[in-house]
């Protein structure tokens, strides 16, 4: 099942994927992240995210995983993760400039 038959998103961007039980080589993982659709002119941080969650386990044939999917309630854009180099300067109390 594609996300346009279930929830009516043609085109999403995903962020903030994270795992948050299970690993590579486990038979179930758990993992969480965001999802807009994809508009053309608007800016990331301008979408409608929602949360969802999601499960990954093995299937009853070897080759074929089962993906549960829940859709949850909007929330606002994650901010992108600290660089090592934001984090080293934050331990010395020194803020970090962004230069695009």
Do not use: K
């Amino acid at each position: 099942m594609r996300l346009h038959d279930q929830f009516h998103f043609d085109g999403v961007m995903v962020n903030n994927a994270t795992g948050i039980s299970g690993s590579y080589f486990d038979a179930r993982r758990e993992c969480s992240a965001q999802v807009a659709q994809i508009r053309g002119d608007v800016a990331a941080s301008d979408m409608h995210w929602r949360a969802i969650h999601y499960w990954i386990a093995s299937g009853e044939q070897s080759e074929r995983l089962d993906v549960r999917l829940e859709l949850g309630e909007a929330v606002p854009l994650a901010a992108p993760p600290l660089t090592l180099w934001q984090r080293l300067l934050g331990l010395f109390g020194i803020a970090p400039t962004n230069r695009d």
